[in-house]
Every structure is written in C-alpha cells, then in structure tokens.
C-alpha cells in the first residue's frame, strides 16, 4: 500500500465548476499536511498547509480527518489556471522528510 | 534573495558515464534535502544532508547514489554508471531549520540517459 494515495484524475472540469481532491495516508503518525501544485515540468510550489481545525485560502479550502486519515482540497470556481497538478502531502512529527502522493491532474476548459 | 539554485537545468548522459547535479540552498538556509520524480509518479525523497554531514540516506539507492554537503560550496548528488532508468527529474529543497518550515525547492535538474 502507499503511504500516501491519491487518484491521478484527470479531472477535467470547465470554468467556474467546482471540484474535489482526496487524498488518504496509510501512517497514523503523521503530523503535517499540505498541498502543493506542480505545473507541467516544473517544480512542487506550496499551496496550503492543512489543519484539523480545516482551513481556507480564497478559493481553495482544505480539510483534514484525522481519524480517517483523510485530507481533501476542494477548489470553487474553477480558473483556466488552476490547471495543473495537485500533490497532497505529509510529513512525521519533527520529521524532515515529504512523502508525496502521485498527484491528481486538474484540466479547466473554458 | 535568490531561491534554491539548481544546475544544470538539462542533462544527458549515455549509458555508463557519471551525473553530477549541483544545488546550492537559499541564503540562511543550512538543510538540503534531494527528491526524484520518475514520470508520472510523485516525488520520492533520496537524502537530507546537512552541511558535511548525511543526516537521513534512506531513500538512496545503494549502489551508485551519493550526496555530500560540503563546507563551502552546493551539494551534489553524484549518480556514476547512470542506467536509463536513473532518467528522472531531481529537485532539491532547503529549509532554515530542523522541519518542514519554510521548505522551498529548486527547479529541479532533467537527467535522461541515452
């Protein structure tokens, strides 16, 4: 199983829609959560830290269920630019390592 | 305040030949961490250094991967007799502390092997 898994999409969506990102992590201990968006070969930029408290950013609102082992992202009125990858992200206590899920495709059409 | 500066952007190399990928952190920061990304999967941590000294190597291969940090200088990874499954994205990320604060990664080098 991987530590961390995430359905690759894409997900293809037209402006203004919507849309869900899931994310599950296999290890209990994990202590930090985040998203980050990858653009076609570029390198991971840090879109939000995720809390249990949940926790929002304009468009983009981010959830955490602990006990589940759960974190989502959910992204409302779509833009053309969003479009890109989107990797979910944990991290053990005091840890220094990123474990990163394979990432699902966001596509926007106009 | 430049970022994580990775070079070279592109490399090729042919089967058996050495790869030398170069990063040098952000100012102020003194952890340097190597992730690979093969295509179409996510990245997958190699080695977090900090300066001369390997901290964690547990995602390294064991045969033909190496890291250092150097006292002056950019860390290298160093890939010898590169095969063209080594061909992947490498990207370096450097924090300031102990943690996943301020995590910032370069743009990473493109090694394919011919």
């Known amino acids: 199983r991987k530590e961390v898994e995430q359905d690759p999409g894409p997900f293809n969506v037209p402006e203004g829609a919507t849309v869900a990102f899931n994310c599950t992590y296999s290890n209990s201990a994990s202590q930090s959560f985040f998203w980050y968006r990858q653009d076609c070969r570029k390198e991971p930029k840090l879109l939000m830290s995720v809390y249990s408290s949940g926790n929002e950013d304009g468009r983009f609102t981010a959830q955490l269920n602990r006990a589940s082992q759960y974190i989502s992202l959910l992204i409302r009125d779509s833009k053309l630019s969003d479009s890109a990858t989107y990797l979910c992200v944990v991290a053990l206590p005091a840890g220094n390592m990123l474990t990163f899920g394979g990432g699902t495709r966001l596509m926007v059409k106009p | ?114």
């Not at chain 2, 990874?77 to 499954?85: K, S, T």
């Open chain 2, 1 to 114: 305040n430049a970022g994580v500066m990775q070079n070279p952007r592109h490399l090729v190399r042919r089967r058996g030949q050495e790869a030398r990928l170069r990063c040098s952190p952000m100012k102020g920061h003194s952890h340097v961490y190597w992730y690979r990304q093969l295509p179409e999967e996510g990245l997958k941590f190699m080695v977090y250094l900090q300066k001369e000294n390997i901290i964690d190597e547990s995602g390294m291969p064991k045969e033909r991967f190496s890291a250092e940090f150097p006292k002056e200088g950019p860390s290298i990874l160093r890939i010898q007799q590169v095969v063209r499954g080594d061909s992947a994205a490498y990207f370096c990320a450097s924090s300031p502390r102990t943690g996943t604060d301020g995590y910032t990664f370069g743009s990473g080098t493109r090694l394919t092997v011919v």
